[in-house]
Nanobody, 124 residues
């Protein structure tokens, strides 16, 4: 099993920045792709960004491309999401995820493990 714990969420003004972290523990040697998703109340969880094990391949949702940057430090079993130029519509709960398979995916069903979520609130 793998446990994922997010941190770094909080309240920020529009135009500001936050960096989310996701620390993995347990059987981390099985982890390959890692990703971030977000979910608003009453809506489906949506893809934000994903990164391959090597970090050489990344993918972003159109809504965050150019503003968010995903990265990872395999030595620390941690991935990050740097969020810049935040907008009020970015206000949701963010979840980190990891999958055992290779290849970047955008669908939640591809991911095996999930964090508990961290709230990001952007004030206008």
């Amino acid at each position: 099993q793998v446990q994922l714990v997010e941190s770094g969420g909080g309240l920020v003004q529009a135009g500001g920045s936050l960096r989310l972290s996701c620390a993995a523990s347990g059987r981390t040697f099985n982890i390959r792709t890692m990703g971030w998703f977000r979910q608003a109340p009453g809506k489906e969880r949506e893809f934000v960004a994903a990164i391959s094990y090597s970090g050489g391949n990344t993918d972003y949702a159109d809504s965050v491309k150019g503003r968010f940057t995903i990265s990872r430090d395999n030595a620390k079993n941690t991935q990050y999401l740097q969020m810049n130029s935040l907008k009020p519509e970015d206000t949701v709960v963010y979840y980190c995820a990891s999958r055992l398979g290779v290849g970047i995916g955008r669908t939640t069903s591809l991911y095996n493990y999930w964090g508990q979520g961290t709230q990001v609130t952007v004030s206008s």
